[in-house]
């Protein structure tokens, strides 16, 4: 069964831009959750979707935004890039059912803004 | 690969030891804990999960040991090997929700 893939793997934009990144969750999961993972703050949560629908979502601002297309398949979109966006975003994709969350992770996409 | 943090806390132990890493969770109401190992460039690889009924669960060379109490976790991995080296992160999740929340990791370096 293949696992969960994130595209592109890197990505350099420069602030003000906007940048979308993609994950394919894997088959027959139907939950997807994003984080962001940086040095100084580790892994935050950014928002998860079930069923094309937005069940949690961090702190963060409206900058950041996802959604989740009846395939499951996840994209999250970051409007007006700042310096402090600069990081490694991950997705990870489970069951979503309740009584546990184990979740799998892809590789990440690094984002770099400059 | 990139380094997923610069200042973390680093576990250092010669090949062969036992390790145990350290994890202090936040919410009282957590009630699924999961432990991951991050290898430089890679996304976190699930390790053991534990329920919050369980207070110890046993996988194949790691034990994964809960406290409510003082909302402890640890991980024990025995018989360290060099392809352990890598960081790993506490998760806890609570039932209502469907979010993890991390630490903030430990590297564990397995010396030769």
């Known amino acids: 069964k293949a696992g969960v893939t994130q595209t592109p793997r890197y990505l350099i934009k420069t602030r003000g831009q906007q940048v979308t990144l993609s994950c394919s969750p894997i088959?027959?999961?139907?939950?997807v959750s994003w984080y962001q993972q940086t040095p100084g703050q580790g892994l935050q949560f950014l928002f998860e979707?079930?069923?094309?629908?937005?069940?949690n979502k961090g702190n963060f601002p409206g900058r950041f935004s996802g959604r989740q297309f009846s395939n499951s398949r996840s994209e999250m979109n970051v409007s007006t890039l700042e310096l402090g966006d600069s990081a490694l975003y991950l997705c990870?994709?489970?069951?979503?059912?309740?009584?546990?969350?184990?979740?799998?992770f892809g590789p990440g996409t690094r984002l770099t803004v400059l | 690969g990139e380094s997923v943090g610069l200042h973390l806390p680093t576990l250092s132990v010669q090949e062969g030891d036992n390790s145990i890493i350290n994890c202090a969770y936040s919410?009282?109401?957590?009630?699924?804990f999961i432990w991951y190992k991050q290898e430089s460039g890679k996304g976190p690889q699930f390790i053991i999960d534990?329920?919050?009924?369980?207070d110890k669960r046993q996988g194949q060379r790691v034990t994964v040991l809960l406290n409510k109490t003082v909302k402890h976790l640890s991980l024990q991995i025995a018989a360290t090997q060099p392809g352990d080296s890598a960081v790993y992160f506490c998760?806890?999740?609570?039932?209502?929700?469907?979010?993890?929340?991390f630490g903030s990791g430990t590297r564990l370096l397995v010396r030769p």
């Open positions: 979707y079930f069923s094309e629908t937005q069940r």
């Open positions: 534990i329920r919050s009924n369980m």
């Open positions: 998760a806890e999740n609570m039932k209502s929700s469907y979010k993890l929340i």
């Open positions: 919410n009282s109401a957590s009630d699924y």
């Open positions: 088959s027959g999961h139907r939950s």
């Open positions: 990870a994709s489970s069951s979503g059912l309740a009584g546990g969350n184990e979740q799998f």
